[in-house]
């Protein structure tokens, strides 16, 4: 079903064009563990069942949960699933999502990934975001080299403009960004249409505005017309709007799974496009 709007390149990797943000099965506010562990271990499974095989975590995630129960829940790993994890924020408290380039926090980072998923190398590795108190180049001149380490196999980024997504492919090979995009917020639509050029994969975070989309009534009348959810209809718009997207949307919820990657099915009219802007 994921694989029904076709599939995708990351670096030398091919994955089926919709994917699975898993950060939403960890506890309230991304903190702590799910109350019900066996349930996010059920919902990780069934994504697989379904055909996911781009998995988007983090390192912050919990900090270290949603790592943790991805490896609880999937390993040994099926052949093909890219588990792309991210590195570079620190998690203070719940409501803190602090920036650390530091090349000493990223080579941790990393290690810690790696141990947590249980894997020699990290498919896609993607820098959660730039710290403004490091040299941008310093903290991709780290991850570059854990790359030529074997450590990483691709490296991406996330919450960069155009010009740092320019800069890091001055040090390193990117191949994917990963921004905040969707219906509502097209804000990145510079980066986006930056990686449409170099033929590089653009994720877009929050691809259903946290939920927030889906009060759209535009999407609404869409969706009751063609016999779909908001929900899928903001999918179907993420899909049909470029070719280097690669939705992950979240949910901790096997229905909401479901429910988003029948999306993939769903190809919006001329009409549609036009209506939705
Ligand atoms: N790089 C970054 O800085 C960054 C930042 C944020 C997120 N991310 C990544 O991007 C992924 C996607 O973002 P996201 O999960 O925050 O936001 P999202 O996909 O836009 O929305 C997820 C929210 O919408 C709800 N939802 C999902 N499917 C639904 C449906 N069919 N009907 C109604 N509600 C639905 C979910 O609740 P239920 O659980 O109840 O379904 C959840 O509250 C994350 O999982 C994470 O991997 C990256």
């Not at 001055?170 to 639509?189: G, M």
Request: aromatic residues 6%.
């Amino acid at each position: 079903m994921p694989g029904a709007a076709g599939t995708i390149r990351v670096g030398d990797l091919r994955v089926n064009r919709m994917g699975y943000g898993a950060m939403r099965v960890c506890g309230p506010d991304v903190w702590g563990p799910p109350k019900d562990r066996a349930a996010a271990h059920r919902v990780l499974r069934r994504a697989v069942e379904l055909g996911v095989n781009f998995f988007d975590t983090a390192d912050s995630y919990g900090p270290h949960v949603n790592e943790e129960l991805i490896a609880e829940a999937l390993y040994p790993y099926p052949d093909g699933l890219v588990i792309a994890t991210k590195g570079g924020l620190l998690r203070p408290h719940r409501h803190a999502w602090d920036p650390d380039g530091r090349p000493i926090h990223l080579r941790g980072a990393l290690e810690g990934s790696l141990k947590r998923l249980k894997l020699e190398c990290i498919e896609l590795y993607q820098w959660h975001a730039p710290d403004p108190k490091v040299p941008f180049a310093e903290s991709v001149g780290a991850l570059a080299e854990m790359q030529r380490a074997g450590k990483i196999r691709h490296l991406g980024l996330s919450n960069v403009s155009v010009r740092q997504l320019a800069e890091a492919r001055r040090i390193a090979p990117i191949v994917s960004v990963q921004n905040r995009y969707n219906l509502e917020d097209r804000s990145a639509d510079d980066v986006l249409a930056e990686c449409e050029k170099l033929g590089i994969a653009f994720l877009p975070w929050f691809p259903l505005g946290a939920g927030g989309c889906l009060k759209s009534a535009k999407l609404k009348k869409i969706a009751a017309r063609l016999g779909a959810t908001a929900a899928q209809v903001a999918l179907a718009w993420l899909i049909a709007r470029s070719k280097a997207m690669l939705p992950i949307p979240g949910t901790a919820s096997s229905a909401h799974l479901e429910e988003n990657l029948a999306a993939a099915k769903i190809t919006l009219s001329a009409d549609d496009l036009a209506a939705l802007g």
